[in-house]
C-alpha cells in the first residue's frame, strides 16, 4: 500500500478528490509560469501566421521547416541540459535562459517592427530559441517537484500541466486578437515581458528538497550515468517509446492549424487562434481530471488508450469542413494528448530517485520532441501535395497502428512498471 511521508496509507476514495499542494513557492512559481506561457503563446500564434500568411505565402511546407529548425536544435541540447540541472542551480540556469529568451525575441520584434524581418531571421530566430530552450526544459522540469513535498507530486505534475494548458486557452485567443491591434512586433514584446516575470519568481522561490549528492562528475559522464539508469528501466523505454511515437504523429495538431484554419475551414488569424485554444481547452479539461485524481497510484497503461483516441481525432478532423465541428474535435484531441503525456511524466517522476532525476526528465523531454520537427516536416510535405486534409488523416491512421504495436512488444518482453524508487523523504 502507498504511504505519505509521514508514513500515513493512502485509502483510495471514492469520486473525485484532489489533493492540492499548500506551498506559497510552489504557487508563485506555477502563476509566474502560466503568466509567461500566455505570452509564449500570444508570441507563437503570431509567429505561426507572420511566416505563413505574409513571409511564406501561404506555403504549408515553411511552417514545416520552421518547426524543424524549433525542435531538432532542443533534441540535441537536452541531455546536455539535464546533466547541467544536475549538477548547477537549477534556478539560477531558468534565469540566465529566460533572459537570454527575451533578448532574443526582442531582437525579432525590432526587426518585425521597422519591416526589415525576413524568412531566414525567423528560422535563425527559431533555432536560437531552441537551443536556449534545451538548457531550460530539464532544470524546469526537475525544479517545480522540488516545491512540494513528495506526497502531492501527482497533483503538483497536473496542475503544473494545467496552468500551461490554461496558457494554451488564453495565450492563442489573445494572440488571433493581439496580432490585429499589436502588430507581430508586439506580441513578441509580450513574450518578453514574460520572461521578465519568471526571472522575478525564480529569484523568490525555495526548494524544498535539494540533492545532497551531487557531485563534481564530468557532465559526459552524467550523461552516460543518465542513460544507462535509463537502459535499466525497460519500462521507461517503452514509455519513452510511445511518447516518440505520440510526438511524431499528432504534430499537425501541432504545426498544421494554420493552413487547416485557412484551406480547409476558410478562416484567418482569429479562427486560427481559436483552433489552438479549442487544443488547450480539452488540454486543461483532461489535467483538471487527472488533478482530481489526487493520490491514487499512476497508471502508465492508460496512456495507450489515450494515445489511440489522439488517433481517432486526427482522422475526423481530417475529415471535417464544418469550423464547429473541428473545433470539438480538437477539445478531444488536447484531452488525449493530456492524458497521454500526462500519465506517462506522473508514472516515471513518481519512480525517480532525485539524483538522476534532472536527466531522466531530459531525456523525456527528448523523447517528446525527437518525432515533432520529422513529424511537421512530413506533414507539411503531405499537407502541401495532396491537401491537409489528407495529412492529418495519413498521420492518425499511422498512430492507429503504432500504438498497439508499441503495447504488444511491451507484452511480448514481459515489461512491467516500477511503481517506486523514491528515496526516503527528508
Known amino acids: 500500500m502507498s504511504r505519505l511521508d509521514d508514513g500515513t496509507p493512502i485509502v483510495p476514495r ?12 510552489f504557487w508563485l512559481f506555477i502563476t509566474a509560469s502560466f503568466t509567461s506561457n500566455i505570452g509564449f503563446w500570444v508570441r507563437q500564434i503570431a509567429k505561426q501566421w507572420l511566416l505563413y500568411d505574409e513571409l511564406a505565402k501561404h506555403d504549408e511546407r515553411w511552417l514545416g521547416y520552421d518547426m524543424f529548425a524549433l525542435g531538432v536544435p532542443v533534441v540535441l541540447m537536452l541531455p546536455l541540459g539535464g546533466a547541467l540541472a544536475d549538477r548547477f542551480n537549477r534556478r539560477a540556469l531558468m534565469v540566465l535562459t529566460y533572459f537570454a529568451n527575451a533578448v532574443v525575441w526582442l531582437t525579432l520584434a525590432w526587426l518585425a517592427g521597422t519591416g526589415r524581418i525576413q524568412l531566414w531571421h525567423v528560422l535563425a530566430t527559431s533555432v536560437v530559441t531552441s537551443t536556449i530552450e534545451g538548457l531550460r526544459i530539464a532544470a524546469y522540469q526537475s525544479l517545480y517537484p522540488t516545491l512540494v ?36 512586433a508586439g506580441c513578441f514584446v509580450v513574450f518578453a515581458v514574460g520572461c521578465a516575470v519568471m526571472m522575478t519568481a525564480l529569484a523568490v522561490v525555495r526548494p ?10 564530468t557532465v559526459r559522464h552524467k550523461l552516460v550515468e543518465g542513460a544507462r539508469y535509463i537502459k535499466s528501466r525497460p519500462d521507461i523505454v517503452t514509455m519513452f517509446t510511445l511518447i516518440v511515437a ?37 488540454a486543461l479539461a483532461g489535467s483538471l481530471m487527472l488533478t482530481a485524481r489526487g493520490k491514487r497510484a499512476p497508471t502508465p497503461w492508460r496512456s495507450y488508450l489515450t494515445a489511440l483516441a489522439m488517433a481517432g481525432c486526427l482522422v475526423a478532423i481530417g475529415l471535417s469542413e464544418s469550423f464547429d465541428l473541428t473545433l470539438g474535435l480538437l477539445v478531444a484531441s488536447g484531452m488525449a494528448w493530456t492524458g497521454t503525456v500526462v500519465r ?64 504488444l512488444t511491451a507484452r511480448r518482453r514481459d515489461v512491467t512498471y516500477v511503481e517506486s524508487e523514491l528515496e526516503h523523504a527528508p
Not at 471514492?14 to 513557492?25: E, I, N, S, T, Y
Open 14 to 25: 471514492a469520486g473525485f478528490r484532489a489533493r492540492l499542494p499548500v506551498r506559497f513557492d
Open 149 to 184: 513535498a513528495r506526497n502531492d507530486l501527482p497533483s503538483a505534475i497536473a496542475l503544473n500541466s494545467a496552468q500551461f494548458q490554461t496558457s494554451r486557452i488564453i495565450g492563442p485567443a489573445l494572440g488571433g486578437v493581439a496580432i490585429l491591434l499589436l502588430k507581430p
Open 208 to 217: 524544498m528538497r535539494v540533492d545532497d549528492r551531487r557531485t563534481h562528475e
Open 246 to 282: 505520440l510526438g511524431a504523429l499528432a504534430s499537425p495538431t501541432l504545426t498544421m492549424l494554420a493552413p487547416l484554419a485557412k484551406e480547409q475551414l476558410g478562416g484567418g488569424p482569429q479562427s486560427f487562434g481559436e483552433l489552438v485554444s479549442a487544443f488547450g481547452l480539452g
Open 344 to 407: 506517462i511524466n506522473t508514472a516515471i517522476q513518481h519512480s525517480l530517485p532525485e539524483h538522476v532525476r534532472g536527466r531522466v526528465m531530459a531525456y523525456y523531454m527528448l523523447a517528446i520532441r525527437i518525432g515533432v520537427p520529422f513529424g511537421s516536416l512530413a506533414s507539411g510535405w503531405v499537407g502541401e501535395s495532396f491537401g491537409i486534409g489528407y495529412a492529418f488523416m495519413a498521420f492518425g491512421v499511422a498512430l492507429a497502428l503504432a500504438v498497439p504495436a508499441i503495447a
